[in-house]
């Protein structure tokens, strides 16, 4: 999963541009929050619940988006089949305070400064189509990742004329969400996967509306991609257990695998 996050071109952005290292930093202290909660959850040690909220504020003051950790701890929980009860509620309410509270200022000032650059006004329910065609847009991408820009533009006249893939990203998208909450039992791995990309991606996704000259972004997947690579390599250690009869069947896949990461 790791190699497959890092050699994906859809990083190319978050890496390559000097204006997007806030993108590796608030990743990186993201990442080091999730694994402190774990280790708490793991062994009950609080010197790592108190490291995972200072590396979730340094999170924050790295980029914003980062205020929907709380959400992933919860999805954590229910990926390890964790009850929600008074004492994982309890657990939340230091990163909730400072998730509400980071929120809240990069909405004011993000506001005042004007800092989004000038484009079309997506508002409800345009937002709604948007944040539909995103969802798709990332999906693939992630696993065809050809014509990649560094600005996909709105298209001519949106708001005012929407194109008819819109309406059918929706319809997609709902029929997805209803295979995901019918299968929930028997596919929790891809529930988890699709759903960390859904809720990591969600400040950026369209659904909020906001000004911009552009409708998607690479980097704007940077971290929810983390959660379709994980399906990916349980997906493949999943068809090398299935079929470890099969000797060649291994090495084919495994081959197949590093000319594809290879390319």
């Not at 004011?108 to 189509?129: D, E, M, Y």
Request: positive net charge; charged residues 15%.
């Amino acid at each position: 999963a790791a190699l497959f996050f890092g050699v994906h071109p859809l990083r190319v952005e978050s890496v390559a541009w000097v204006t997007e290292r806030k993108d590796v930093l608030y990743v990186f202290f993201f990442m080091a929050s999730l694994v402190g909660y774990l280790l708490f959850r793991k062994a009950g040690k609080i010197s790592a619940y108190i490291l995972s909220i200072l590396f979730f504020g340094l999170s924050c003051l790295a980029k914003g988006v980062a205020v929907v950790l709380p959400a992933i701890l919860i999805l954590i929980d229910y990926f390890q089949r964790r009850k929600f009860g008074r004492k994982a509620g309890l657990e939340k309410i230091p990163y909730l305070l400072i998730s509400l509270g980071v929120g809240l200022i990069a909405y004011v000032l993000q506001g005042h400064t004007r800092s989004v650059q000038a484009g079309p006004a997506i508002l409800f329910p345009n937002n709604i189509l948007v944040g539909c065609y995103s969802i798709l847009f990332y999906l693939f991408k992630t696993i065809l990742p050809i014509r990649l820009s560094a600005l996909y533009p709105y298209p001519e006249g949106f708001p005012g004329s929407v194109p008819v893939y819109f309406y059918l990203a929706c319809v997609a998208v709902a029929i997805l969400v209803g295979l995901l909450i019918g299968q929930r039992k028997r596919l929790r791995v891809v529930v988890f996967g699709v759903s960390f990309m859904f809720i990591a991606s969600l400040p950026v996704l369209g659904f909020i509306p906001m000004i911009g000259p552009a409708i998607t972004a690479d980097r704007y997947v940077y971290l929810g991609s983390i959660g379709l690579t994980y399906i990916f390599a349980l997906g493949v250690a999943w068809l090398c257990k299935k079929r470890k009869d099969l000797v060649w069947f291994g090495i084919a896949l495994l081959g197949l695998l590093a000319l594809v990461i290879g390319s």
